[in-house]
């Protein structure tokens, strides 16, 4: 089976730095996504990381450690246009190529 | 201009009835899905097609049917409708099932059974 794990929630205020981790135990891991979703909104995509490293795009980057099974998102300079759900899912390398979802994370962004 | 179009929006029915949720993309994308978001906002796949053709079928009662008549448009309709498939049903698609990393997301379908 597969499981990830990432805090349901976060608050941080307008400016500052964010980082939303995800971790993970699956077997034929391919790479990991990160989606946004607002409240009453579709999921978006953000980012994909197949290999070790750091991914910028624009305020927001993601980091992936094949060796740690761990990810996180890391949000620059926050808005309040940034409080939404936050979704790390892992692709499977199983036929169909699937995504796994995790739980979400909750980002409250404050003035 | 809409890349991934569903309909309906809202769909409130009750229990037993059937009932359908369309979904087309304009992307040009092979590869859609059919997604269960629970209240707790857990997303889940149900269903995934390329090309038309079943590649990801989950553990999903078989009162959901799915129905790729082209590679732009997946329908799903579910039979015996029960008050757990009430949900957010999102569509989804991706250029391809290689690419299913990055998938773009209709707005998804509310559906209230009672």
């Known amino acids: 089976g597969q499981s990830l794990e990432q805090p349901s929630e976060v608050t941080a205020v307008e400016g500052a730095i964010v980082q939303i981790n995800c971790t993970y135990q699956t077997s034929g891991f391919y790479g990991l996504s990160w989606y946004q979703q607002h409240d009453g909104g579709a999921p978006t995509f953000l980012s994909y990381n197949a290999l070790d490293g750091l991914e910028e795009t624009g305020r927001f980057s993601s980091f992936l450690s094949r060796s740690d099974s761990y990810g996180y998102l890391l949000l620059q300079e926050l808005q309040m246009k940034d409080s939404a759900s936050y979704f790390c899912?892992?692709?499977?390398?199983?036929?169909?190529?699937?995504?796994?979802f995790g739980a979400g994370t909750i980002l409250r962004v404050k003035s | 201009d809409t890349a991934v179009s569903q309909t309906p929006k809202y769909l409130v029915t009750q229990m037993g009835n059937d009932k359908s949720i369309k979904c087309e993309q304009n992307l040009g994308h092979d590869t859609m899905y059919w997604y269960k978001q629970d209240s707790k906002k857990f997303l889940k796949i149900m269903f995934s097609y390329n090309n038309k053709e079943l590649i990801i079928n989950e553990t999903v009662p078989n009162r959901f049917s799915p129905k790729s008549p082209d590679k732009a448009h997946l329908n799903l309709h579910i039979n015996s409708l029960e008050l757990g498939d009430s949900a957010v049903y999102f569509c989804?698609?991706?250029?391809?099932?290689?690419?299913?990393?990055?998938?773009?997301f209709g707005p998804g379908t509310r559906l209230t059974v009672t």
């Open positions: 899912a892992v692709r499977l390398m199983e036929y169909g190529n699937k995504l796994v």
């Open positions: 989804a698609s991706s250029q391809e099932h290689l690419e299913a990393y990055e998938q773009y």
